[in-house]
């Protein structure tokens, strides 16, 4: 046995009555650290653990803030140690209560959304911030604080869960802070509709570092802006893992105008139906398999009727005709897209069905597979 589990092997009679009637700080605190330790390092037996939980429950009346303190501190990670004795302790001053805030398990979903309710202090939300782990709903309440190190803080802690509302939260109150944007990018895969929301806040930045290093005229900037924007999109679409991350996306292009003829045909040159479809269908109003059926349609007349229901232009209508029969041909051929390979086939493929008979436009949208494959 180790010198250190001698020293806390066991609580005496005689260390309580020195830890309830000696009225030198030192003394209790000293005593305080010997019983809360051992009662920590589960090294007292049954009976001693009873008397070491009545004597804490009498330490949170001691006036002595320094006492409540090394209590705290030993106690911080005990597993074992009863509700009624670390509740008092979190409500405590900062000196008692950050510790175990930051570090008791004890403390439940529940507790913790109490205690940011009743307090306005910055660093009792910054302890639950850095606490192992913490739920999507103790982060949102946080957040909602609106305070930038908070912010910070769950955003740096890995163990800290947030909802996609927190997310986006944090970009559109501190989209300024550059630093909390780069670590909102470094957190595990994100959410496509955040990370959506994130690329524009970041291409600010970019529209920024541009006009400096080129001296753009300011229609110039936007269009460079724009663009970089658009690219970035797309890379999020190409990614999108399942029809409600894809719908979310839809939803959220539409809500700020983004949702553009450009994006939707580009989608397409991507061999994308999922966000094809989706778009058509949500541009007209109707259920995506609807679209689906219409799109689907051999004859013209689906896909005639939902294209211009959806308000893409309509001159386009030839080319993109075209540009779904090569799409659907090299999907059923088992063409895998995303690889400039695909692009080139694409390209190859509706120059081979227009040789005859010249399409309008069609012209935008061989640019705008070759632009995707670049």
Known sequence: MSSESQDFITLTQEDVTRLLQDATASTRIDMTTRIAGAYTRKQLSNREIVAAEQVFRLLLRDTEVRVRAALAEQVKDSDHIPRDIVLPLARDVEEVALPVLQYSDVLDGDDLLDLIDNTQEITRYLAISKRKHVSDVVSDTLLEKGNDEVAATLVENTGAQISDTGLTRIIEKHGTNETL????????RLPVTVAEKLTHVVSASLA????????MQGSQLEKEVEKTREGETLGLISTSQSQEEIDRLINQLRAFDRLTPSIILSSLCQGNF?????????????????ARTLISDRG???????YNKSGLPDAMFPAVKLLLRVVRELDTEGEKPGSARYANRVVERILQYSEDSPIENLS???????????
Do not use: D, H, T
């Open 181 to 188: 944007m780069q670590a909102v990018g470094n957190r595990p």
């Open 208 to 215: 920024e570092s541009l006009k400096q290093r080129y001296k």
């Open 274 to 290: 999922g966000f094809f479809e989706s778009s058509l269908a949500a541009l007209s109003s109707i259920p995506v398999s609807n």
């Open 300 to 306: 013209e007349l689906g896909f005639r009727a939902i």
């Open 364 to 374: 935008y949208i061989i640019a705008l597979v070759r632009k995707i494959a670049q």
